[in-house]
């Protein structure tokens, strides 16, 4: 069964409103988990590491301003698209590693941003 | 040069075939080799993981990992259409905290 769970897993907007996307382990504390972003047929792209208890670390070219990040508890990190404009539309992952298999990551169903 | 390399495809096999997808990279610092499998809208399912080289099977799934010639393999035998998908392969460097290094992905589609 599933072990990380997203919402909402569809999301339409308009422009310039803000998007939160909640990412959960299931059964499993997460002090670390992770926010990527897909565009159609390309792979992965890290965007940034969630840190329970501490800023989260973004990766080189990623607005920090404009992807807010928060690690709210052991099982909740939430992502917001501030300010939300045509080309953040994508479909947006988050993943958590699973301590008991070493050096995996668990992905969730991932949420389909579409901003009009 | 990118990290980790795959092949984009589209890979077209006919139902019953063996599949073969590899990825190379290029950091012999990677130690942990995992291969997801992503079907379309979907997240990515974790498929096969393996630790530095050696072969790991799991039912119809065989991963293989060789480091000297850094270069992994997934191999899938008597493929149902229901594997299409697009493979991504994924490795990890130790001490990095569960950052893994995505390839671009294959997709494979397995055709009646």
């Known amino acids: 069964g599933a072990v990380v769970s997203q919402h909402p897993s569809r999301v339409i907007c308009k422009s310039g409103t803000s998007v939160k996307i909640e990412c959960r382990s299931l059964d499993f504390q997460a002090t670390t988990m992770f926010w990527y972003r897909q565009f159609p047929k390309q792979s992965l792209m890290l965007m940034a590491t969630s840190n329970e208890g501490s800023k989260a670390t973004y990766e080189q070219g990623v607005e920090k301003d404009k992807f807010l990040i928060n690690h709210a508890s052991l099982t909740l990190s939430t992502l917001t698209v501030t300010s939300a404009h045509p080309e953040d539309s994508s479909f947006y992952i988050c993943?958590?590693?699973?301590?008991?298999?070493?050096?995996?990551?668990?992905f969730g169903p991932g949420t389909r941003l579409l901003v009009l | 040069q990118k990290e980790v390399e795959q092949d984009p495809g589209p890979l077209s096999v006919p139902e019953g075939a063996i599949v073969s997808l590899n990825c190379t990279y290029s950091n012999s610092a990677f130690q942990y080799f995992m291969w997801y499998r992503q079907y379309s809208r979907k997240g990515p399912e974790l498929l096969m993981y393996?630790?530095?080289?050696g072969n790991k099977e799991d039912g119809r799934f065989t991963a293989q990992v060789d480091k000297s010639s850094k270069y992994i393999s997934l191999f899938i035998r008597d493929s149902q259409p229901s594997d299409s998908a697009t493979y991504l392969c994924?490795?990890?460097?130790?001490?990095?905290?569960?950052?893994?290094?995505f390839g671009t992905g294959t997709r494979l589609q397995v055709t009646l």
């Open positions: 393996t630790y530095s080289s």
């Open positions: 993943s958590a590693p699973l301590s008991t298999v070493r050096g995996t990551q668990y």
């Open positions: 994924a490795m990890r460097k130790p001490g990095t905290a569960s950052k893994l290094t």
